[in-house]
């Protein structure tokens, strides 16, 4: 029986420290060129050379303020400052590949759906329908200062203001230009039929629109939707709206119960528990043989600072670690940041020691370290045990993290049968699908659609 493929994405972020923080002082280290063109279409060119499905591309409004109740440790080690915009960065690696998907984050909150509509039909076309977009809807307080807001929005009620930026962006993507309004007739000088382009009319709790779609249909129409929130209200609008999903852990039966409670939230939607792709957060560390990955292992180490990414995760959590002895328990109320990051506060151990021991690395997500078989057989045992669909790697050292990857294990995953040969034509959604470019008919989005 042929196994499943695995779904692999590259997970960055448009700053020099992403997840695992310092790692930007190692001499072979190259994250400091993010603000090039180069750096960009290069590590394209590589995951597309690897078969990878995407580059998922994370991205903040606000900066890490809580962790000493300043900045400062945060800007010494870049800890995802600066930050430029994700979504420029698409059109230049589109043109460097031919296959390779583009997952960007956008917080939904931040701007007008009418506005947001545009540029992801432009992005999609431009990539020719290779574009998703990762919905977020903050997290941080130091975002909403920022845009004039006095704190975030309260966390569920984040969640309906995005329920209602999801339907109003169905109805410009998906309703407002019918199938065949584009005629591109020059003999009858009609580019587009007047008949079948509509005025979107919504008038909701959030948002008032009244216009027709700026932008003539794309490919995919909608993007392919990630989304990353695994809280109660968090998968609830995942069941609704999202394609693929994006979990933390480091505990296998953990991650399996988030990821049967997300696929039976998706059937009570109404939809297939497999319209989700499920896909994990790790590091990997590879090496030629188990000795020389335990090496690299040990050297990016020494350069990464676990302090770094306990500033990151106090802002994820919304408080302030660094007041705590470094063996006082930590004890949260729910905060109105992650509370999935909130959680793993007790499962990594409960305590600033624990958390700093578990952030050797600079960041939170389990570390894969050997050679291509050792590798290989860990994620292909996080996917038997959990029910996961993929991964998406974090980056450690750049461009050679990445390229080791690509070297060393996608060779193994294949032989195995856990990974690609080729890629399948068409659509980042039809690629991870195999069922067309389109949302199918059990979305919810499905229903703002002009059939005629």
Known sequence: MARKHIVLNAFNENCVGHINHGL?????????????????????????????????????????????????????????????DPTLLVSAMAAATSHLGFGVTVNALSEHPYLLARRFSTLDHLTRGRFGWNVVTGYLDSAARAIGQDDQLLHDERYERADECLEVLYKLLEGSWEDGAVRRDREHRVFADPARVHAVRHHGRFYDVEGVHLSEPSPQRTPVLYQAGTSGRGQRFAARHAEAVFVGGIHKPAVRE???????????????????????????????????ARDKHAEYVRYAN???????????????????????????????????????????????????????????????????????????????????????????????????????????????????????????????????????????????????
């Open 306 to 452: 676990p302090e770094a990414g306990l500033a990151h995760f106090a802002s994820s959590v919304g408080v302030d670690l660094a007041r705590y002895g470094l063996d006082d328990p930590i004890q949260l109320d729910t905060t109105n940041a992650i509370q999935s990051a909130a959680k793993a506060i007790q499962q990594l151990g409960g305590t600033r020691r624990k958390l700093l021991e578990h952030f050797k690395l600079g960041g939170r997500y389990p570390a894969i370290v050997g050679d291509a078989a050792q590798v290989a057989d860990e994620l292909q045992s996080w996917v038997e045990e959990t029910g996961i669909d993929g991964f998406n790697l974090t980056r450690t050292v750049v461009p050679e993290s990445f390229e080791d990857f690509v070297d060393l294990v996608v060779p193994e995953l294949q032989n195995r049968g856990l990974h690609k040969s080729a890629y399948t034509p068409g659509s980042l959604r039809h690629k991870l699908f195999g069922e067309g470019d389109r949302l199918p008919e059990r979305h919810v989005a499905a229903q703002f659609r002009r059939l005629r």
């Open 258 to 292: 988030t990821v049967q409670s997300l696929r039976t939230a998706a059937a009570l939607a109404g939809r297939r528990p497999e319209d989700l792709k499920i896909v994990l957060g790790v590091s990997v560390v590879p090496g030629a043989t188990a000795a020389e």
């Open 24 to 84: 930007w002082t190692h001499p072979r280290d190259r994250s400091t060129d993010y603000n090039t063109l180069e750096y960009w279409t290069g590590l394209a060119c590589t995951l597309e050379r690897g078969l990878f499905d995407g580059l998922f591309i994370a991205d903040i409004l606000g900066v890490y303020d809580v962790y000493n109740g300043g900045l400062d440790l945060t800007l010494r080690e870049a800890v995802q400052l600066p930050i430029n």
